[in-house]
T-cell receptor, first 115, second 112 residues
Framework: GAGVSQSPSNKVTEKGKDVELRCDPI?????LYWYRQSLGQGLEFLIY????????KSGLPSDRFSAERTGGSVSTLTIQRTQQEDSAVYLC?????????????FGPGTRLTVT | GENVEQHPSTLSVQEGDSAVIKCTYS??????FPWYKQELGKRPQLIID?????GEKKDQRIAVTLNKTAKHFSLHITETQPEDSAVYFC???????????FGQGTILTVHP
């Protein structure tokens, strides 16, 4: 079946502009996660969704970052007034497991470059 | 919060040798320990995971060991092959819904 998809695959934007990144999880997966991977670094947790609600927003680096999920499926990560330090690969993952101890399936990521 | 340290940051081995990557963590409540492999330009993929009620798990050439008392776990790859070359990430979870805390990664290079 189809895996996790993300769009766009690459995004170049000017400093100060807003960007929206989209994630389509695997059908039926109720849990959805956003991570950020900077060059040569590990994955940094941003936010987690259970259905349409986000019980854990602890990883969002600033109030310029927000995310929503609608219909228990598609999620959008929005970065307002982008800064150069926002440049990274943004990865989305989904999981069937509700207890948080199952495999997370990752999408291919969106490479964001802020110039 | 949880802190995960991963070593070494780079590892170079000859084909057929074994490779071992170690991770330590700080939160004693963590109870899920997955390992992900990320090939260049690709998405991370789970290769093996272990839960806190098990000390060791093996799947063909890869194995993971867990020492909860010492709060460390290791990935073992035997009979390495060039296609094992990738970045390997350890992670911990199970304390906050599905949130995973990742190590910094190990670049494994297997020379033919």
């Amino acid at each position: 079946g189809a895996g996790v998809s993300q769009s766009p695959s690459n995004k170049v934007t000017e400093k100060g502009k807003d960007v929206e990144l989209r994630c389509d999880p695997i059908s039926g997966h109720t849990a959805l996660y956003w991570y950020r991977q900077s060059l040569g670094q590990g994955l940094e947790f941003l936010i987690y969704f259970q259905g349409n609600s986000a019980p854990d927003k602890s990883g969002l680096p600033s109030d310029r970052f927000s995310a929503e999920r609608t219909g228990g499926s598609v999620s959008t990560l929005t970065i307002q007034r982008t800064q150069q330090e926002d440049s990274a690969v943004y990865l989305c993952a989904s999981s069937l497991d509700l207890a948080g101890v199952g495999e997370q399936y990752f999408g291919p990521g969106t490479r964001l470059t802020v110039t | 919060g949880e802190n995960v340290e991963q070593h070494p940051s780079t590892l170079s081995v000859q084909e057929g040798d074994s490779a071992v990557i170690k991770c330590t963590y700080s939160d004693s409540a963590s109870n899920y320990f997955p390992w992900y492999k990320q090939e260049l330009g690709k998405r991370p993929q789970l290769i093996i995971d272990i839960r806190s009620n098990v000390g060791e798990k093996k799947d063909q050439r890869i194995a993971v060991t867990l020492n909860k008392t010492a709060k460390h776990f290791s990935l073992h790859i035997t009979e390495t092959q060039p296609e094992d070359s990738a970045v390997y990430f350890c992670a911990t979870g199970g304390t906050s819904y599905g949130k995973l805390t990742f190590g910094q990664g190990t670049i494994l290079t297997v020379h033919p």
